[in-house]
């Protein structure tokens, strides 16, 4: 069969420096074939000249035998190449169906009909997503959900899905999966990037690992296991200590009550919920999408308001607390890092430097109204280095920084202000096997310092190897409490859905 797609010796520079080095790539029709590599591999550098997002610096790409040149997302997606963004590209004022339908739109358009048309299509794709709602309002996975629909709308003969599961629940995965052996069986060519090796083993027909710009490995998935693609992307084997289970030995003991919440409410997201945090321990935080999880902690941090009446109470160290603002939280000492890094964690057209020193600014640590550059580099030099943020230098703009070393960025921002209570939502999303072992340890070091960490995630194996203590939400409430030495997965997912 010849292939749909061929990358031949394709290469890609930014300021002189190789993101991607004479990679061969190839695609077939009907074939779900899986992209993976660590963050900064070049995976997403690949697919973005494929899509035409970027220009390749060398090298030729081949569309049905003929070699091709986009000048836009849109010239590719007109050749019948469509690609799901990491980070959404949606348009935030606009609604889920305007969002659907942008760039297709008839000359004249019924705003119900287009409505009940999107509802439509999205039922067809078992997503439960609101078309009439505004793209600001929703959370990262619905829309991821949309983002998703989009392209699946467009009828590409090629699809490219940037980490499409990050942020899923098992049952959405589950539909997910369904939708692209659909789309398999209808002839459509898949490029699968994650970093949930299980998945890509699950799912893909063939596997190519890129590492520091260059291909190390590829052939079909039945060759592969976790192990073989671990030390294929890093050069060696974490599959041992990354997701260990948990021993009394490693269980730390509960310190001072940092944070102690009573009844708390906030319209119908967060209804009547009580738990309490600890100095040096992490307490994991599990629920499914729309169980409250993250509001509820957003109402800690000051990003959102609790009920006005009968909202609750909030105790931080024995002291009652009301925010109003983020800025009353972090003069407490309270950090929150956003599960969306893109929307919510950094400003993208701005260095590294200035990113990190902006949360120190924002903190009660930074006194003087004079910036110096001195103390800027001084502070990125020394946070880049802790947390091993790779960039061509300080001065590389977040943006152009993958996926895993934005996150660093985004913890560094926060850590900068030097925290009594850190509350980390979803640390890992979207961020490769060695960059996870390194935030990991950066959030065992916190505990281990004596500092209160909430860690909420959706992933299970997470859950259980961090959390000394573990608190299930559901429907709005924390509904139970559970020792990871008692705990499974069965036993948190039976928690967080019955």
């Keep these: 069969m010849t292939p749909l ?4 010796k394709i290469s890609k520079a930014y300021r002189g420096v190789p993101a991607v080095r004479e990679v061969d790539f190839d695609l077939f029709p009907g074939e779900i074939h899986a992209l993976l590599g660590e963050n900064g591999a070049g995976k997403s550098t690949l697919t973005k ?28 997606l007109d050749a019948g190449i469509a690609m799901v963004f990491q980070e959404t590209s949606l348009i935030p004022s606009m609604t889920v ?52 629909a989009r392209a699946v709308h467009h009828r590409a003969r090629v699809i490219i899905f940037d980490e499409p599961t990050a942020s899923l629940t098992p049952e959405e995965k589950r539909h997910f999966f369904a939708l692209l052996q659909r789309l398999k069986s209808s002839g459509v060519a898949i490029v699968f990037i994650s970093h ?11 596997i190519t690992i890129l590492r520091d710009g260059e291909l190390v490995s590829h052939g079909a998935t039945r060759d592969y296991d976790r192990d073989k693609i671990i030390a294929a992307m890093v050069g060696r084997t974490l599959s041992g200590a990354l997701y260990r289970k948990r021993d009394a030995s490693t269980l730390r003991r509960p310190g001072k009550k940092a944070l102690s919440v009573q009844d708390i409410s906030q319209g119908r997201a967060v209804r009547n919920t009580s738990f309490s945090v600890f100095e ?32 609750g109470t909030i ?48 903190s009660p640590h930074h006194h003087g109204a004079v910036v110096r550059m001195s103390e800027m580099r001084d502070l990125a030099a020394e946070w880049t280095k802790k947390l091993n943020v790779k960039a061509i230098n300080d001065n590389a703009r977040v943006v152009e920084l993958s996926g895993g070393n934005q996150q660093k960025v985004v913890i560094g921002k926060g850590l900068v202000q030097r925290p009594r209570l850190v509350i980390f939502d979803e640390p890992t999303r979207g961020v490769d096997v060695a960059a996870i072992a390194e935030i990991h340890k950066i959030v065992n070091d916190l505990a281990d310092s004596g500092l209160a960490v909430v860690m909420i995630s959706s992933y299970l194996p997470e859950v259980l190897n961090l959390s000394d203590r573990i608190l299930v939400c559901r429907q709005g409430r924390i509904v139970e409490e559970l020792s990871p030495l008692e705990a499974t997965e069965e036993k948190i997912m039976y928690a967080a859905v019955h």
């Design 280 to 311: 040096g321990q992490i307490t994991g935080v599990f629920g499914l999408i729309g169980s409250g999880r993250t509001e509820t902690f957003k109402i800690v941090a000051g990003i959102t308001k609790r009920d006005f009446l009968m909202g």
């Design 5 to 8: 797609v061929q990358m031949e």
């Design 97 to 148: 169906a305007q969002n659907l339908y942008l760039g297709t739109e008839k000359a004249l358009n019924r705003l119900r009909g287009t409505y009940i048309s999107a509802q439509q299509f999205l039922q067809s794709l078992n997503f439960a997503v609101d078309p009439t709602a505004m793209v600001d309002t929703l959370g990262a996975a619905k829309r991821q959900m949309v983002e998703i």
């Design 196 to 206: 949930a090796l299980e998945e890509a083993l699950q799912i893909s027909d063939r």
């Design 49 to 76: 000249m494929m899509a035409g997002v970027v220009d390749p610096s060398s090298g030729r790409i081949l569309l049905d035998g003929q070699e091709v040149t986009f000048a836009s997302p849109n010239a590719a």
């Design 315 to 362: 105790e931080l160290y024995d002291r009652p607390v009301r925010y109003y603002t983020p800025a009353e939280a972090v003069a407490d000492g309270i950090v929150y890092v956003t599960e969306d890094r893109k929307i919510e964690g950094f400003f993208e057209t701005m260095s590294v430097a200035e990113n990190l020193f902006g949360g120190l600014l924002a």
